[in-house]
Nanobody
Framework: QVQLVESGGGLVQPGGSLRLSCAAS????????MGWYRQAPGKQRELVAQ???????NYADSVKGRFTISRDNLKNTVYLQMNSLKFEDTAVYYC???????????WGKGTLVTVSS
């Protein structure tokens, strides 16, 4: 079983920055896709960014150029550097690990990011 623990959320002003971290423990092989999703109040959960084991990344159009996803395979940790934050980035951010096998898609409990003046 894999456990994902997120950290780094909080309150930030528009234009500010935050860095989220997600550490995977348990049977967390590095051969996986790790990513960040978010869910704003009243909205569906959406993909923010993904990074595969080899480092290829994928971003939602709304965050391209502002957010950067990275990973440390030795630490089984994924990061999300968020710059130039906007009000609309306010959401609960969830870490995801997908090993591409049935029953091997895992979620963290989420960390709240609030962008407010």
């Amino acid at each position: 079983q894999v456990q994902l623990v997120e950290s780094g959320g909080g309150l930030v002003q528009p234009g500010g920055s935050l860095r989220l971290s997600c550490a995977a423990s348990g049977s967390a092989s590095s051969i996986n896709v790790m990513g960040w999703y978010r869910q704003a109040p009243g909205k569906q959960r959406e993909l923010v960014a993904q990074i595969i084991y080899g480092g290829v990344t994928n971003y939602a159009d709304s965050v391209k150029g502002r957010f950067t996803i990275s990973r440390d395979n030795l630490k089984n940790t994924v990061y999300l550097q968020m710059n130039s934050l906007k009000f609309e980035d306010t959401a609960v951010y969830y870490c995801n690990l997908d090993r591409g096998l049935p029953g091997m898609n895992y979620w963290g409990k989420g960390t709240l990011v609030t962008v407010s003046s």
